[in-house]
């Protein structure tokens, strides 16, 4: 890159046998009293107790959240490059009965024809979907994508490459959105959360033991107005205004900051996962000493949160950071691999001269954005080599005013001042918009292709990536329709 400095290194992630097992369907059970009903099959067809029926309250009358400053998302046009064909995504070879060529890689740059024009405020992915949701001006929740779970909330299995609306959610205002590996949730604007798609280990959170949740519906929570939604690769987080987190899905590694791991035998060989249903709210955070001291820390209130593949980083009211979940490759940033199955205080990280201001995690990675604005990074980008079993600075973003940041599986882009910055090691897949001369870069580069562009809003899919463009100026809307043209 033409500025100053070289990116740190990072490294090898352990693949976990546990992974390979951890989700055959008849070990996934909340707990051992569900063992009759699975084994009955008394979900199939949706049964189940009067508690864990859909809540049909009226929303209209619930009080709609504040809207910040500009409103839910300033509105601009949509940029996305990277994979297409979603059911290749993270895959070598394409799924028995799918389609190779079903979509193609976009290796720079493109708007998207198939919006016919209309202008976007939100956009979301995840490092583990290939599924997207975009909320327009006017308002329409529109998503596309891989759909074998039913994480589109449309009420079926059907692949979508044509943004389509999710006619369960018409009338509500989604103001955020996120995406797991095959689930889904959205926030409205009265502060209600709806899920959709993969619920084997209850990451849907709707109170139900259906497997799938085919239409978006309310999850099953109670109480203050829910400000901000993440998902992990099995698991859900939703941060409440008064700064209470709560999680659902699956414990494995911790990742629910529940004090457990909730793994049980059922048999001396076959083992299971007591998973959370319905939310629950994390109570308690910790700071541990050098001797390894665990002290309970009081009234910590959380502001903003990221959730990676197995794990999470969250900031509170007095830029804290705590991390919790699989501690693999230094991803929680404590400088060892330990997993953590409560909220502990990253040290590394502590105010006020290095407190945090926002967090973006990655499938194995993650990234702090500290006070003063630099960018700090810590896990593993790469497959190979080294990793940051603490946080360091990423030298090349150094003296970069950072807006916003998109992480997926290996890659990062980045929108600071007027340009957009990106990496990622091979193999890609047209997700740093490079273009197919460079399709890679181990350290950051500027996105050539956007040059000129304001870039207000990044979110990476695990082989694509979104951006939200200003257009309001002329000039601004000519640079954009230099750009090629993807259509379905």
């Not at 979508?160 to 009338?171: F, I, N």
């Amino acid at each position: 890159m033409s500025t100053k400095r070289k990116n740190t290194s990072t490294s090898k992630k352990p693949k976990s046998k546990a992974k390979k097992v951890e989700y055959d369907e008849e070990d996934e059970i909340s707990s051992p009293s569900d063992l009759e009903d699975a084994d009955a099959g008394s979900n199939a067809d949706g049964a189940e107790d009067a508690a864990a029926e859909e809540d049909l309250t009226d929303v209209s009358s619930i009080p709609e959240l504040r809207a910040p400053e500009g409103g839910w998302g300033k509105p601009g046009t949509l940029v996305m490059c990277g994979l297409t064909n979603w059911e290749m995504a993270g895959r070598k070879a394409p799924p028995k009965g799918v389609k190779a060529n079903v979509g193609r890689s976009l290796w720079s740059p493109h708007t998207f024809k198939n919006l016919n024009g209309s202008r976007v405020r939100l956009i979301a992915s995840g490092p583990s979907s290939a599924h997207n949701v975009i909320v327009t001006e006017d308002n329409r929740c529109l998503v596309f994508g891989k759909n074998d779970k039913g994480q589109l909330g449309l009420g079926d299995v059907k692949r979508r490459d044509d943004p389509t609306e999710v006619e369960a959610l018409k009338g509500h205002t989604v103001i955020a959105a996120a995406c797991g590996r095959n689930h889904t949730l959205f926030l409205t604007s009265r502060g209600i959360v709806f899920g959709a798609g993969d619920n084997k280990l209850g990451q849907c959170g709707v109170g139900k033991s259906d497997a799938t949740i085919l239409t978006a519906t309310k999850v099953k929570y109670t109480g203050a107005p829910i400000v901000k939604v993440g998902c992990g690769a099995e698991f859900s987080m939703i941060l409440d205004i008064k700064g209470g987190l709560h999680s659902f899905g699956t414990p494995e590694y911790g990742a629910l900051g529940h004090n457990t791991d909730g793994k049980y035998f059922i048999t001396n060989s076959k083992m299971a996962f007591h998973f959370e249903k319905v939310p629950k709210r994390i109570v308690l955070y910790v700071e541990k000493s050098k001797d390894g001291h665990v002290i309970p820390l009081d009234r910590v209130e959380i502001s903003d949160f990221s959730c990676g593949y197995h794990h999470t980083v969250a900031i509170d009211s007095k830029s804290r950071a705590f991390s919790w979940g699989f501690g693999g490759v230094g991803r929680l940033g404590h400088n060892e691999q330990r997993d953590e199955l409560v909220p502990r205080l990253i040290k590394f990280l502590e105010p006020p001269s290095r407190g945090v201001r926002s967090v973006h995690c990655g499938s194995t990675y993650s990234i702090a954005i500290n006070v003063h604005g630099s960018a700090l990074m810590f896990g593993q980008t790469k497959r190979t080599g080294e990793a940051n079993m603490y946080p360091k600075p990423i030298p090349d973003l150094s003296g970069w005013e950072i807006r916003c940041v998109g992480v997926s599986q290996t890659s990062v882009v980045v929108a600071a001042d007027e340009s957009v910055i990106a990496w990622g090691a091979s193999p890609t897949y047209g997700e740093l918009g490079f273009g197919d001369m460079r399709k890679s870069s181990t350290t950051p580069m500027e996105v050539k292709a956007l040059e000129g562009l304001y870039i207000t809003a990044i979110t990476c899919g695990l082989s694509h990536t979104m951006m939200i463009c200003r257009d309001e100026s002329e000039e601004e809307k000519a640079k954009i329709a230099e750009l090629a043209v993807y259509s379905v």
